[in-house]
C-alpha cells in the first residue's frame, strides 16, 4: 500500500521562503516520477514540480521553486522562495511508477495536501 505524506505548510508573508516535504512509503521515489501540484480555492488543480529521469516546473514558479529528492529518506521536497499571494493553495505530493509528466490523471498516489497561505 503506498502511501504518501506531506508536510511543512504554513501562513507565510510574501516573499517568505517555505519548504514542503512528502514522505513516501511503499513507492521507491528513486524509480518513480514524483510530482507537485497545487490547488486554489475555486479553481483547477494545477502541476507545479516533478522530478523522475529530469525535473520540469510550471512557468509561474520557475526560477522560485526546486524540488528535490532524499533518496535515503524516500522524501521529496518543494523548495518555495519569493512566495507570493497568488502562490495560496492546498499543496499535493503525487507519485507515478513511469515517466515524467504534468498530466494529473498519470499519477496514481496522492497526499492528503498541506495548506500554504501567503499574505500580501
Known amino acids: 500500500q503506498v502511501q504518501l505524506v506531506e508536510s511543512g505548510g504554513g501562513l507565510v508573508q510574501a516573499g517568505a521562503s517555505l519548504r514542503l516535504a512528502c514522505a513516501a512509503a511503499?513507492?521507491?521515489?528513486?524509480?518513480?516520477?514524483m510530482g507537485w501540484f497545487r490547488q486554489a480555492p475555486g479553481k483547477e488543480r494545477e502541476f507545479v514540480a516533478a522530478?523522475?529521469?529530469?525535473?520540469d516546473y510550471a512557468t509561474s514558479v520557475k526560477g522560485r521553486f526546486t524540488i528535490s529528492r532524499d533518496n535515503t529518506k524516500n522524501t521529496v521536497f518543494l523548495q518555495m522562495a519569493g512566495l507570493k499571494p497568488e502562490d495560496t493553495a492546498v499543496y499535493y505530493c503525487?507519485?507515478?511508477?513511469?515517466?515524467?509528466?504534468?498530466?494529473?490523471?498519470?499519477?496514481?498516489?496522492w497526499g492528503q495536501g498541506t495548506q500554504v497561505t501567503v499574505s500580501p
Open positions: 503525487a507519485g507515478r511508477r513511469g515517466l515524467s509528466t504534468r498530466t494529473m490523471y498519470m499519477y496514481d498516489y
Open positions: 522530478t523522475g529521469a529530469n525535473t
Open positions: 511503499g513507492l521507491t521515489i528513486s524509480t518513480s516520477t
